[in-house]
T-cell receptor
Framework: KQEVTQIPAALSVPEGENLVLNCSFT??????LQWFRQDPGKGLTSLLL?????REQTSGRLNASLDKSSGRSTLYIAASQPGDSATYLC????????????FGAGTQVVVTP | NAGVMQNPRHLVRRRGQEARLRCSPM?????VYWYRQLPEEGLKFMVY????????ESGMPKERFSAEFPKEGPSILRIQQVVRGDSAAYFC????????????????FGEGSRLTVL
């Protein structure tokens, strides 16, 4: 059974620092891994999707890496801003699934001005 | 291009009543997924549907919960005889296809429907 863990559970950094969010999964037979952002009381915004054959994806200040063999993904957010404050969720889709995602519990990020 | 639309955004029901949550997928998407986020818990998969078919309902409670995605109209998640433990945020997601060489299988989520059972 796939288990997804996100560390740390919460993170507070001053504005301008780089953020490093970790996600680990127990079963390396994945189809893809998706990072989301969730603001309080809101839905999920897709940030980056990495296919199992890829090593990383980049979008603006965001970079996500994937090491499938070790069951790890890392989301880097460069030069953090107060607007980056949110909960970040990692979700894994198994190779044999129909699109069912297994979510981590999330990392709650606060960027202080 | 409108995103995934869910309604109502907030719903209050008394114990024993029925709750109906609606989801319209993104244009061009034929796959719909329902997830539930209980207070202080992560998102859990409930059900995956294509038009007129339930593909995977392994995450659905065996009783009181049902889902459909008719040929015309939105997908509906129905909860009968609600109890306080049903209070949660219910999210709908859609994708173009389930995956394959020409498709990333990326899921796009709606804003959620927040059910409160009194």
């Amino acid at each position: 059974k796939q288990e997804v863990t996100q560390i740390p559970a919460a993170l507070s950094v001053p504005e301008g620092e780089n953020l490093v969010l970790n996600c680990s999964f127990t079963d390396s037979a994945i189809y893809n891994l998706q990072w989301f952002r969730q603001d309080p009381g809101k839905g999920l915004t897709s940030l980056l999707l990495i296919q199992s054959s890829q090593r990383e994806q980049t979008s603006g200040r965001l970079n996500a890496s994937l090491d499938k063999s070790s069951g790890r993904s890392t989301l880097y957010i460069a030069a953090s801003q107060p607007g980056d404050s949110a909960t970040y969720l990692c979700a894994v889709r198994a190779a044999d699934s129909w699109g069912k995602l297994q979510f981590g519990a999330g990392t709650q990020v606060v960027v202080t001005p | 291009n409108a995103g995934v639309m869910q309604n109502p955004r907030h719903l209050v029901r008394r114990r024993g009543q029925e709750a109906r949550l609606r989801c319209s997928p993104m244009k061009g998407h034929s796959h719909v997924y329902w997830y539930r986020q209980l207070p202080e818990e992560g998102l859990k998969f409930m059900v995956y549907l294509q038009k007129e078919n339930i593909i995977d309902e392994s995450g659905m409670p065996k009783e009181r919960f049902s889902a459909e995605f008719p040929k015309e109209g939105p997908s509906i998640l129905r909860i009968q005889q609600v109890v306080r433990g049903d209070s949660a945020a219910y999210f709908c997601a859609s994708s173009r296809t389930s995956g394959g060489p020409s498709n990333t299988g990326e899921l796009f989520f709606g804003e959620g429907s927040r059910l409160t059972v009194l």
